[in-house]
Structures are given as C-alpha cells and as structure tokens.
C-alpha cells in the first residue's frame, strides 16, 4: 500500500456520471490496488441530501477496502482544500434541440462559474507542492 494518501473529490456526485466515477475510484480501478484515498462527493445543496442518504451510502457498502475517510459537502472551499485530483463530472444534461457543441459551451460556463471563478484562490487551496489535477466528464449523448 502506497503510504500517501490521496484527496479525491468528485463533483455532481448525484449524478450518474459521478456516482460511476465514485465507485471507480473507490474501488480502486483510477489510482491501483495500492493506494488509500480520501474521497469527497460534493454536490450543490438542494442535492446534498440525496447524496447522503443515497450516493454515499452506496459507495460506501460497495467499496470500502481502499477509502480511509468519506465525506459529502456543498462547501467548494472545504472540497477543494487540499485536493489531489478533483474530477468535475456535473454539467447540463443534454436535451432535444441542443447539439453537442451547444452542451459542451453551456457546460463550460458553467463549470467556471461554480467551480473555477477565483482560480487564483484555488490555487492556495490546494496542497501546496502541486496543482491539483482537474478531469471533467461530459455525458452528452442523447
């Protein structure tokens, strides 16, 4: 087992984008066997209920052996505090009449503004020998 441990959130954490990607993660298929993480399921906070009574304890019971501490939360600050690798899986889904560039630009507004306004504050947020990695998911197939 790697000895560092590893701060992974995962945003959108009610969808189904995100709770896929929890339970990769969780069970070890993104970062190995061998190394312990620390997981964190943000959401905004009309879902952050569901994500607790739902998503959470899912994860949880499917893939305990490699996560040391879960935690869910709407609080950006506290998600992005220290993070290793944050994975922005939560956007617009997608509709009739929108195409997929249409999906993709409405996305990308709206990653920068929950996620990244203040870029520059997120940078100090984060464990200070490295920016943290950032992997966004479009699930815009229709």
């Known amino acids: 087992m790697s000895s560092r441990v590893l701060k992974v959130v995962v945003t959108g954490a009610s969808g ?9 993660v969780s069970k070890g298929d993104v970062f190995g066997l061998d ?3 620390d997981l964190v399921l943000v959401e905004h906070s009309a879902k952050l ?10 994860v949880m019971t499917c893939s305990p052996r490699l ?3 879960y935690s869910c939360t709407s609080n950006m600050d ?3 505090t220290d993070a290793d690798v944050i994975f922005l ?20 507004l709206e990653y920068r503004k929950r996620y990244l306004v203040g870029t520059k ?15 966004i998911f ?4 229709l």
């Not at 899986?89 to 990308?108: F, M, V």
């Not at 940078?123 to 992997?135: C, G, L, W």
């Open 67 to 69: 996560v040391r501490k």
């Open 121 to 135: 504050a997120l940078e100090y947020r984060v464990r200070s020998s490295y920016r943290p990695n950032f992997i």
């Open 138 to 141: 479009e699930n815009n197939y």
């Open 35 to 37: 190394q312990w993480m």
């Open 89 to 108: 899986a939560s956007g617009t889904p997608p509709s009739h009449g929108l195409s997929r560039n249409d999906i993709i630009g409405t996305n990308a």
């Open 49 to 58: 209920k569901q994500v607790k009574l739902g998503c959470l304890p899912e």
């Open 16 to 24: 189904e984008t995100g709770l896929i990607l929890s339970h990769m």
């Open 78 to 80: 506290e998600a992005f």
